[in-house]
Structure formats: structure tokens, C-alpha cells
């Protein structure tokens, strides 16, 4: 993930409220932060009052709350009340959301003003003349249909879209009266696109880090389920080992690799495999990634029947654990803000989500870092095709391979990566237009090692990751011994 300034000011925001949570002063100091972070003299905005107003609206955001509410009692409420979910997870920030061009279409001074005129003869609204020697469009005719940028000789027109609009794969977001983004949370697959297109850090996601931080303060049995996207994340020679030693030094009671709950995933969905396809139905799709599967529901809900019914690699892990501590809290750490919707659907099984950059920012509070560990000794019992789930094709390789370990075959599969690749799969394969007999969508176009809440280099970290994975003892997902 690119450090961008946006990302700089999220993260000392994260790390600033988790230091004072960590310290049991939050409620006296939260207001301090808007001090603390933004600079003498205003960097981002037009004033200081104005980066302020954002500044509020991220740390409302980072506490879980509504934008519009007063930090210091958003603070009170985070910290004594249970988590809002009738708040989506991933939402704008009013404050910030008012820079971008709304217009679609504009005369460039690359306009020779020439004779022919194609742009204003073929626009079908009469909506461009001649001014000042130039073709001027008028908006309150321009119907935005792109044929004044077709027919223009010079390519003197350009087409605008707004950074968050263009990169919604399906069309959530739109433009409101007040010319500000407006998410359409009935189509919103919280995939996070929007919040890492927009250049003024106007989407943000909500977090629980305070929560999470609370739940330890009180004593609680808190484990942390770790994607094994981790790996690499925090730099190239930080190990599992580390990791592990910085969370069990942060407070949690145990470190899971959610690579044995990608062994079950494994062992479960190829049975259904078998029971299935083709006896059945003629393909069926993965059901790792939430975002995918909830693109399917939205948009292609005649292929909804295709999806897996085996629970996520997070799911069975957290599932795993709530059948051996029935009491813990389970805390999923991964790349992925979609997760934070799937675990507030099995708020039974998965009690937090937090990304790898609220992990980061949550264990940097309390003055730990991961490349200062040591690194003590702990079991591994993923296998080499659990932990490699996040990579490209990782779910389809653990399938086949468990499936012909059964007997069987996948006899075509499929991999999609990308909201709009994974669109056009599902629905070639609905239509009988694509061959193959297994399908695994995932949102993110280089797969979750490159998810939206990582802070690593994906190209480092599927490396590190295939590294890591290759001495795995287990090599198969039914050597898992949690798989028996």
C-alpha cells in the first residue's frame, strides 16, 4: 500500500487515540489530536479552521462514531457503549468531500477554434458554441453523452471523472446536490476502491481499534485470528515469530494463523465440490471474499445459488476457537475492510475486525513495534496451500488439490480478480458462456496480499509470503490436524 499524505494522517490518528487509550485518558485528551496532528500552518486545505473540520470528521470516523458528532462524547461512547452498526463501515466524510469538478466534459486550450466545427454540429442538445474564439459547453444543456469528445480532431476536450466514481467497479457512488460523493449503501460491497482513489482522503472506514483496546484493559481472553497476508507486511525481514511476540506483548491471550481455518475452508468447500458439480449445478463460486460475494447477491442474484455455502477461512477459524473458549473475544487481523461487514454478520463468531493498519497503529500506541521483538518459538499448523489463499489462484489450487485427495476432480477452474472481471465471470458462467466448473472471485486485482487495509508492498509481500508458506510442515490442507 502507497504511503500516501492521506494514509500519514490516518495512521496518526489511529496510533494518536490508541496511545491515549492505552494510557485510560482518551475522554481528557482526544481533543489534544487536533492539535497534535496538523500543522502550524494549513497543508491541505484552505485554513486551519477547515483542516480542522476534517481533521474531526477522522477521528469521529476512527472512533466508530457518526461525522457530525462532538469528539470528546463520540470518545465517551466508544468507550462505554457497544459498537453502532447501523453505521456503515465505509462512508464520506462531509468536511472533507468538496474539491473535485463535478462537469464530465472540458474545452481544453488545445482548442484551435477551427471551421469544421464537429463538435458543436454533432452535439445532439445544441449545447456548445463559439466563444471568444473557442468551443464552450454549456452545462445546462450538456447531457454528458461524450460525442463532443469523439468527434473533436485535436482531442481538445476531456472527458472528468471523479476519482471515487471512476473507481466503483458498480456504480455505488454518485454525485449529490451539494456536489458531494454519496454512497449508495444497497449496492456498496465496502471493497474500500473508493477510500484509496479519493486524493483528498474524503472516503474513510470506521474502526473499533478503541474497543478492541478496552477489551484487553478489562482482562478479557482476546485473541487475534491473523490473515496470512501478514506476512511481509511490516517489512521484508520481520518474521511470524515477531508478529506473534508483539500481540502477545500488546495484551492478546493467544496468536491464531487463520491459515487452519483456510485448511478447513479447503476440506469443507471441496466436499461440497463433489457433492455439487456437476450432479447438481454446473459450477460453483468461492466464498473467501465477502465483497465478491456480496457483488453476486447485488448484481447477479440468478448466479446467488452458485455461491459456496462453506463459511469464509476467517469464519472457521473464529469457529475453531469460540468451540475451545467459548467466552474469548475473537479479533480477525487482515487486509480487508469488507471482513469488518462479514464479521458484524457472525458477530457470534468474529467479535472485531481490524486491518493490518489499525493492528500497526494500535500496537505502535503502546510503544510496540514488530521489528524490536525478538521472536519466541509457536506451533505452526497451517498448510502450505492454506497460507497461500491470499496469492493469485491460492483458493483454486487448495480445492483442486483436495478435491483429487478425495478421489475426485475439478475438471475447469476459474480465477477472476477484480470487481469487474469478477462481474463478467460469474455471468459468462451463469450463461453457459464460460467453461468451468469452479469460479474464485476475489475484489482486489492482485488478491488480498493488496487489499485496501494493508501497509505493505504486495510485490514484497507475496514473496515473503510464498517464502514462508513453502516450509510450512504441512503441505496438503488435510494434514491440518484441525481439519480431522
Known sequence: MELTAVAQLRRMVLEHLSRYTWNNELTEHVYDILQEVREDTPRYRCCVYKERAVLKNRIDMALGQECTSNIIEAAKLTLNEPERTDLPIIDVLPAACDQCPIDAYYVTDMCRHCITHKCMNNCPKKAISIIQDRAFIDKTKCIECGRCKQMCPYGAILEIHRPCVRACAIGAISIGE???????????????????????????????????????????????????????????????????????????????????????????????????????????????????????????????????????????????????????????????IAKKVEGREHRQTINYVLTFEEAMCMLEGKDIRFAEMSGAEYDRDASKLGLCFPLTAGVTAAVKDTVAAMGGEVRSAHYAAGLDNCREAVKAAAEGKLDCSYLEGMACSNGCVDGPGTVGDFHITKVALAKYANAAPNKQAAEDKHTK
Not at 444497497?186 to 477510500?195: S, W
Not at 511470524?240 to 493467544?254: N, P, V
Not at 457433492?275 to 454446473?282: I, S
Open 178 to 336: 451539494n456536489r458531494k460523493a454519496v454512497i449508495d449503501h444497497e449496492k456498496c460491497v465496502t471493497c474500500g476502491a473508493c477510500r484509496n482513489a479519493c486524493p483528498f482522503g474524503a472516503i474513510d472506514e470506521r474502526s473499533n481499534i478503541v474497543r478492541v483496546i478496552r477489551e484487553i484493559q478489562q482482562g478479557k481472553q482476546v485473541i487475534a485470528l491473523v490473515a496470512p497476508s501478514i506476512v511481509g507486511q511490516f517489512g521484508l525481514k520481520v518474521t511470524m515469530a515477531q508478529i506473534h511476540e508483539a500481540f502477545t506483548k500488546a495484551g492478546f491471550a493467544d496468536v491464531i494463523e487463520v491459515g487452519v481455518g483456510a485448511d478447513i475452508t479447503s476440506v469443507k468447500e471441496a466436499e461440497e465440490y463433489l457433492e455439487k458439480v456437476p450432479a447438481k449445478q454446473g459450477f460453483m463460486t468461492s466464498s473467501c471474499c465477502p465483497a465478491f460475494v456480496r457483488l453476486i447477491k447485488t448484481q447477479l442474484p440468478e448466479a446467488a445459488d452458485k455461491i459456496s455455502d462453506t463459511p469464509s477461512p476467517m469464519i472457521s477459524c473464529a469457529q475453531l476457537i469460540k468451540q475451545q473458549y467459548p467466552y474469548a473475544v475473537t479479533v480477525f487481523v487482515g487486509p480487508c
